[in-house]
């Protein structure tokens, strides 16, 4: 079994370890591979992505890594589709109460948001021809969409051009460390490019296996497995507070109206919906 040495690992190329790998590579930390099973993505979350993004969060370190992260995003903003149309949170009376609870810590890091009453939201969104149940809404203006496959596409980019090496068809198995060494032995499974999307599924499921393995070793392993981060962790004996939760999305071809212009809008059931990111 050949194996391949580098610093750090990254287990998983969808976004989030798309943008590990870049900012990494940027950093120049040494040689860094990310490994993902599949790059086409199509067991992938980030494929999945509704694509909203915002800072209008509760916490003020979620908002900062938001403000930081949409900053960026506005920076590169034809390369990864962001657009800040805003996002509009529809509330009930007890609802606008608890949103507009979190109005000071916003200002206070300088993410505008704004508050509007019904009126307000019957001219700005005059397709909202239901507002009998509502007290107001609140809008983050700069909070807006992005369209998730460009952004990890420009992660990439952003990785490989900084000598970061994305592999593909390699699934890991096996983690261990030798108390006496200070690399990890990853252990992979390698499957041909040509599998089908059912045989890939078969393959996630543990239904069939492959004979090729592949030895990775690195100092470091960063979890960015998504979905599947529990099952990584497990392999390292480390618990990990990350889990699935099954969404449902449906697209819909809205003939008689144009909602391109305007960003995210959510219902006060928790429905959300807009245009095509």
Not at 139 to 154: C, E
Not at 171 to 189: C, I
Not at 224 to 232: E, I, L, M, Y
């Amino acid at each position: 079994m050949s194996f391949q040495t580098f610093d750090t690992v990254v287990i998983g190329a969808g976004a989030i370890g798309s943008a590990v790998g870049m900012g990494l590579g940027k950093l120049s930390s040494g040689s860094v591979a990310v490994v993902d099973f599949d790059l086409e993505g199509t067991w992938s979350s980030s494929e999945l992505n509704a694509g909203g993004v915002r800072a209008t969060w509760n916490q003020p370190v979620n908002v900062l890594a938001s403000k930081l992260s949409i900053d960026y995003f506005a920076s590169v903003a034809s390369d990864v589709g962001y657009r800040d149309a805003g996002y509009l949170w529809l509330c009930r009376d007890e609802d606008l109460k608890a949103r507009t609870a979190s109005l000071e810590l916003w200002k206070k890091l300088k993410w505008e948001v704004g508050v509007l009453n019904v009126s307000e939201i019957r001219v700005r969104y005059p397709f909202l021809d239901r507002t009998d149940d509502l007290a107001g809404a609140v809008l983050g203006v700069r909070d807006g969409l992005i369209n998730p496959n460009l952004l990890k596409t420009h992660f990439r980019d952003q990785a490989k051009r900084a000598g970061v090496e994305f592999k593909d068809r390699l699934k890991l198995v096996s983690a261990e460390r030798n108390p006496n060494d200070s690399y990890w032995r990853l252990t992979f499974e390698s499957f041909a490019k040509g599998l089908e999307t059912e045989a890939r599924k078969s393959v996630l499921l543990d239904e069939t296996r492959s004979p090729e393995r592949v030895e990775i070793r690195c100092q470091n392993v960063v979890n960015c497995a998504g979905a599947w981060a529990s099952d990584v962790a497990k392999l390292f004996e480390v618990d990990c507070p990350s889990y699935a939760v099954r969404r449902q999305i449906s697209m819909f071809d809205c003939r008689t109206l144009d909602l391109s212009p305007y960003g995210m809008i959510i219902d006060t059931s928790g429905v959300y919906f807009h245009s095509e990111a």
